[in-house]
């Protein structure tokens, strides 16, 4: 959880910026893969009764290659801007929550471990990066 008390945003706003482990805002390992704590940037303001959160998500996101199936670990940085809105029995909010929502519904991304990689064979299965396929003669 990311808790940020409402009453503590001042009218100028208020910057966060904290490292959290992926557990900390309650992603599991089957949720997401994520190799490194999360680094969170948010400028939040509040306006009447909304409060708008500028949230920007840097963190080692795993993948496997979409052509030969090979580990791979990115660090992206991911933009949100979130609204919450408060009514004046709101004391906190939770920022983890937001993320952790936008993060486990994100459309898996194609990444490939090299704009080349040439994948492996539909028939001997080799990975062709690294052997020759068997099957061609
Ligand atoms: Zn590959
Ligand atoms: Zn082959």
Redo the contacts with the bound molecule.
């Keep these: 959880m990311i808790k940020i008390s409402v009453r503590d945003i001042p009218s100028v706003g208020l910057n966060i910026d904290q490292r959290v482990p992926k557990e900390g805002i309650g992603l599991s390992d089957e949720e997401a893969d994520i190799r490194s704590p999360l680094s969170v940037k948010a400028h939040l303001e509040k306006a009447n009764n909304v409060i708008v959160a500028d949230t920007h998500v840097t963190a080692d996101f795993g993948y496997l ?6 580990e791979l670990s990115l660090t992206e940085e991911r933009s949100y801007k979130f609204d919450f809105e408060v009514d004046p029995t709101v004391e906190y909010i939770d920022l983890g929550e937001e993320i952790r929502q936008e993060i486990i519904m994100a459309n898996p991304t194609r990444i ?3 704009k080349d ?3 492996i064979c539909s028939k001997c299965g080799v990975n062709l ?1 690294t052997e020759k396929c068997k099957c061609k003669k």
């Design positions: 290659c979409a052509r030969c199936l090979k490939l471990c090299s990689c040439k994948g990066n």
